[in-house]
C-alpha cells in the first residue's frame, strides 16, 4: 500500500507508525484507517520488529479521533460507521509485541482511545488528554469506554466520558494513563530508551504477556461489537448531527433541542 495518511520507519527493531495530518491535528479519516491497519500488520508480523510506536506528525497532537470533516451522518471509509476503528483497536491489542503510545500533543477523542489501547503510554509535559464524544454527538462504546475504565477506575473513567475535560500530562501520569512524562525535547530519547529495555527482553515471553494481560479484557470486543451498532443507529439521528453541525459552525450545541 503507498500510504497518503502516514509515516512508516523501521529503524533498529523499532517500527514507528506515524500519523501523518497535522494540518487535521492527526484526525483520522477512513483512509487513515486502511493505512494503520496495513502498517500494523506489516510490522506485527516481521520477526525483526520488537517494539512499535504510534504517534503523530509535529507537536501539536498524537492524534484528535475522526475527522468530523469526514462526518456526514457517516464517515468516509468502510465497516459500520464508515470508520473500521474496531479492527484497528483489536489489532493494536492482537500484534505479537508492545505498542508505545509516543503522545506529542492532543490525545482527544478516538485519539485518547488509541493511546489508552497501546501497551504504553509515554508522553511530552505538553501533551493533553480527554474525551469530547458526547460534546459531538458520538462516544465510543467498547475499549473507549468500558477498558478505560479498568486503566483508571470507573469513577474517573465515567468524569472523563461525562464531563469532557481535558487533562495535563501530569494528570493523565497521576491517573494512570501515561507510564511517563518528559519535555517534548526529550520525548524521541525516552521512548528509544524504553524500546532499547524492551528489545533486550525475550520476544516470546513479551508476547505471551501480553496475550495474558489481554485475554482478561477480550470480552470488551463483544460489547464494542453491539455498542457500534447502536452507535451506527444515533449517527442517523438529528442528536447526533447536532453534534456534528455545531462542531462545524463553531458554535455550542442545542442536543435536547432533538432529545426525543
Not at 525483526?48 to 497532537?61: C, E, F, S, Y
Not at 491489542?93 to 485518547?112: L, Q
Not at 511517563?180 to 525475550?202: N, Y
Not at 453491539?226 to 444515533?234: E, K, R, W
Request: charged share 25%.
Amino acid at each position: 500500500m503507498n500510504y497518503e495518511d502516514i509515516l512508516y520507519d523501521e529503524t533498529d527493531g523499532v517500527a514507528t507508525i506515524t500519523i501523518n495530518r497535522p494540518e487535521r491535528y492527526n484526525a483520522f479519516r477512513g483512509q487513515t484507517c486502511m493505512e494503520l491497519l496495513d502498517a500494523f500488520h506489516r510490522a506485527g508480523w516481521n520477526k525483526d520488529i520488537g517494539v512499535i510506536v504510534l504517534t503523530g506528525a509535529g507537536d501539536k497532537a498524537f492524534c484528535t479521533g475522526g475527522d468530523q470533516g469526514a462526518h456526514e451522518g457517516q464517515y468516509d471509509g468502510r465497516g459500520l460507521i464508515g470508520l473500521p476503528v474496531e479492527e484497528l483497536q483489536r489489532l493494536i491489542r492482537e500484534v505479537p509485541k508492545p505498542v508505545i503510545a509516543r503522545v506529542n500533543g492532543f490525545a482527544i477523542g478516538g485519539g485518547h482511545v488509541l493511546h489508552v489501547i497501546c501497551d504504553l503510554t509515554i508522553a511530552s509535559e505538553t501533551a493533553i488528554f480527554g474525551q469530547v464524544g458526547p460534546k459531538v454527538g458520538s462516544v465510543d462504546p467498547g475499549f473507549g469506554t468500558a477498558y478505560l475504565a479498568r486503566v483508571v477506575g470507573e469513577k474517573r473513567a465515567r468524569e472523563i466520558w461525562y464531563l469532557c475535560r481535558k487533562y495535563s500530562a501530569q494528570q493523565a501520569l497521576d491517573w494512570g494513563l501515561a507510564n511517563a512524562v518528559v519535555p517534548l525535547e526529550k520525548l524521541d530519547e525516552e521512548v528509544r530508551k524504553w524500546c532499547d529495555e524492551i528489545l533486550e527482553k525475550s520476544p516470546t515471553a513479551l508476547t505471551i504477556a501480553k496475550r495474558s494481560f489481554n485475554a482478561d479484557s477480550d470480552n470488551i470486543a463483544g460489547i464494542g461489537a453491539l455498542g457500534m451498532q447502536a452507535l451506527n443507529l444515533y449517527y442517523e439521528t438529528e442528536e447526533s448531527r447536532e453534534g456534528v453541525n455545531a462542531f462545524k459552525e463553531k458554535r455550542k450545541p442545542e442536543f435536547r433541542k432533538y432529545y426525543k
